[in-house]
């Protein structure tokens, strides 16, 4: 049995968005964004939406690479005003049905708080900003800050032309997206000083906007781009944002994990997975002694296990996934004083298991959509968390990792059990005083099972209440477990 104490001292406080989902056009490579919209009636799939809002994110980001080469405009006003445009990053054409004004709505009607990318001289990719003669893709400092004008100027008249009385009030901007990761883009000087033009420009139109910076060196290890970007831009950057997607474990995992390969031995998979969390650790390390100096707060705003198989990989849809996605949960809660915008997964799509939320196809009135293990969690763990970090004593660490919070009346313990095949006793106190009850929701399944469209309630958490203060935590699980103060 491990004694498990929960100190009530409150540590700092935790931001509310941890558990952001990420939502990029991605046409030809997954049929996201299209997939989501309803073109005959002009809303967002009804089966989508429901699934979302049992997710119930906290932010969503519209973005990513595809914001290199995206003129908002284009995707704004009337129908037949929208013009499409090729997705030079993952090939095929979007139609930009969904723009600005469907993106809003969509958050709004999820609860959900909008972080949106900009165009950012097309972080340097010459490529995407002039793919063609006669093509321009550059985005300007000039075409951001009209953006947030059209976004938050209560009397501006483009918003209002197309009908759009009240502003949207977007509050979160990102400039700069993965400008590291290509040799042909900016280099750390170059982007950090666009950054900080882009910043002045943007905050010029709307003082109290929040933007975060690309401050990840990832491809250009040792270039300090975060370190240049505070340098740079100053207090008119207020979150420096990276990405991480697990591309640091030994190269000999990869064969364990390619094609089909974990099935052949479970046990060595699920070894391997539970180290996880030390890379994101150490990378998360990096990054804060990089912006400690400036008083910055992190941001990771795409992260997930980029296995073989080019985020298709079906492992991605086992229950072994969803403790190892658990346990970098943890990690990520643990560094909650730093780190203020956080995902482990990407949005929804009809194809990559990378998804949060995998889409049917065809979409049709009997459609339903249904959650991966990576989303199960996320929707645990938010759906119950308070506002303050706590410590605990007792956590071997290696099988068994906790993360606490409180809110003043409950203490929440995010508990994952990484014995494959061990139960764990937990005697959980409070202040060294022992819990009368636990209110527990839990997940425990078998390692190797998977969801697919025909078993979509497979991870669906069970809830139960433990009179005293010891829980049997069965092997391979996952909990959150409350106890009132």
Same mark, same amino acid.
């Given at each position: 049995m491990k004694k498990i104490n929960v100190s009530t001292q409150k540590k700092h406080t935790i931001s509310p968005y941890l558990y952001m989902q990420f939502m990029e056009p991605l046409s030809n490579a997954d049929s996201s964004v299209d997939a989501g919209w309803d073109y005959i009636k002009d809303r967002w799939q009804p089966c989508l939406m429901d699934i979302v809002k049992e997710l119930s994110p906290t932010m969503v980001r519209f973005g990513g690479c595809f914001a290199s080469y995206y003129h908002w405009k284009e995707a704004v006003g009337s129908r037949e005003s929208r013009i499409p445009l090729y997705n030079q990053s993952w090939d095929g054409m979007f139609s930009n049905q969904v723009g600005t004004h469907e993106f809003m709505e969509f958050c709004r009607e999820v609860g959900a708080?909008?972080?949106?990318?900009?165009?950012?001289?097309? &972080?340097?990719?010459?490529?995407?900003?002039?793919?063609?003669?006669?093509? &321009?893709?550059?985005?300007?400092?000039?075409?951001?800050?009209e953006w947030v004008a059209y976004c938050n100027d209560p009397d501006n008249a483009l918003r209002l032309s197309h009908g759009v009385k009240n502003p949207y009030n977007l509050r979160y901007w990102q400039i700069g997206n993965e400008t590291s990761y290509d040799q042909r883009g900016y280099n750390a000087e170059k982007s950090a000083e666009v950054t900080a033009k882009f910043a002045k420009a943007m905050r010029a139109v709307d003082p109290s906007i929040k933007l975060l910076g690309w401050g990840d060196d990832f491809r250009r290890f040792g270039e300090k781009w975060a370190t240049k970007l505070c340098e740079a831009a100053g207090d008119d950057i207020d979150i420096v944002a990276y990405h991480y997607h697990y591309e640091t474990f030994p190269s000999e995992w990869k064969e364990l994990m390619k094609d089909n390969e974990y099935r052949k031995n479970p046990e060595q998979t699920w070894d391997l997975l539970m180290k996880m969390p030390q890379y994101l650790q150490t990378r998360i390390d990096q990054m804060r002694e990089e912006v400690a100096p400036?008083?910055?707060?992190?941001?990771?705003?795409?992260?997930?296990?980029?296995?073989?198989?080019?985020?298709?990989?079906?492992?991605?849809?086992?229950?072994?996934?969803g403790v190892a996605y658990a346990r970098t949960l943890n990690t990520v809660e643990h560094n909650a004083d730093i780190i203020d915008i956080a995902t482990s997964a990407d949005f929804f799509g009809t194809r990559w298991q990378v998804n949060a939320v995998i889409l049917p196809t065809p979409v049709n009135a009997n459609s339903r959509a249904y959650l991966q293990p990576v989303a199960e969690v996320m929707k645990l763990f938010r759906h119950h968390i308070g506002k303050y970090a706590l410590d605990a004593t007792g956590m071997d660490k290696e099988n068994l990792t906790a993360s606490l919070s409180e809110d003043g009346k409950t203490a929440y313990l995010h508990v994952v059990n990484s014995g494959m095949n061990s139960e764990n006793v937990l005697d959980i106190n409070i202040n060294g005083v022992p819990a009368k009850s636990l209110n527990i929701t839990e997940i425990a399944k078998n390692p190797t099972d998977e969801i697919m469209q025909t078993c979509p309630d497979i991870f669906k958490p069970e809830e139960k209440v433990v009179e005293g203060s010891v829980y049997k935590m069965p092997p391979a699980s996952v909990a959150a477990i409350e106890v009132t103060l």
């Open positions: 708080e909008a972080l949106m990318c900009v165009n950012t001289e097309s &972080d340097g990719r010459m490529h995407w900003a002039y793919p063609k003669a006669g093509q &321009d893709r550059f985005g300007t400092a000039e075409e951001a800050a400036y008083g910055k707060k992190l941001a990771m705003t795409e992260s997930h296990f980029n296995l073989p198989g080019r985020n298709r990989n079906e492992m991605l849809s086992s229950w072994t996934m």
